[in-house]
T-cell receptor, first 107, second 118 residues
């Protein structure tokens, strides 16, 4: 089992819709979780970090963590075409990355 | 704040030569830097953890004699790809954690170096 797993997508949503991205991880002892956005040919940029069970909101983004079920998700409200990118889930202090989910937001 | 500068942004070299990539934390000190490699349409794969003043810790399957890492100061780590081959062509990305950050703090990434070996 991979340490971090994501659906590679693409996930296509219309502009204005909610995009839901999911990630599962194998190490039950993981304490820190991050969502990064990566545009093609660019480095990842941090969107959200979450450390406790529950929801964490920042603008149009909401991260959800469920340690019992070992999953973390990212919701993007009012999706915009500029949100089209690959979203990487990462866990642990060394940042073990999932393969990323490619999101496409169409007008 | 928390800017990481990586240089060069792209490099083309001939097979058998060596290439050095620099990673600098511009406005913070970093005792730990990480080097990643990303092949097209794949995720970032951690290659090694670079520790200031000590030897780097390499991930399984990464040849330490081929990928030389030096972290001589709190603001600079270098990755040298020695005797490069076409299969080493990839996107290399460094990241750093601020000195005051905890092990759970997010990392700050450089802009990456696209290496093409001909």
């Amino acid at each position: 089992q991979k340490e971090v797993e994501q659906n590679s997508g693409p996930l296509s949503v219309p502009e204005g819709a909610i995009a839901s991205l999911n990630c599962t991880y194998s190490d039950r002892g993981s304490q820190s979780f991050f969502w990064y956005r990566q545009y093609s040919g660019k480095s990842p940029e941090l969107i959200m970090s979450i450390y406790s069970n529950g929801d964490k909101e920042d603008g149009r983004f909401t991260a959800q963590l469920n340690k019992a079920s070992q999953y973390v998700s990212l919701l993007i409200r009012d999706s915009q075409p500029s949100d089209s990118a690959t979203y990487l889930c990462a866990v642990k202090n060394k940042l073990i990355f999932g393969t990323g989910t490619r999101l496409q937001v169409f007008p | 704040g928390a800017v990481v500068s990586q240089h060069p942004s792209w490099v083309i070299c001939k097979s058998g030569t060596s290439v050095k990539i620099e990673c600098r934390s511009l406005d913070f000190q970093a005792t730990t830097m990480f080097w990643y490699r990303q092949f097209p349409k794949q995720s970032l794969m951690l290659m090694a953890t670079s520790n200031e003043g000590s030897k780097a810790t390499y991930e399984q399957g990464v040849e330490k004699d081929k990928f030389l890492i030096n972290h001589a100061s709190l603001t600079l780590s270098t990755l040298t790809v020695t005797s490069a081959h076409p299969e080493d062509s990839s996107f290399y990305i460094c990241s750093a954690r601020p000195y005051q950050g905890t092990s759970n703090s997010p990392l700050h990434f450089g802009n990456g170096t696209r290496l093409t070996v001909t």
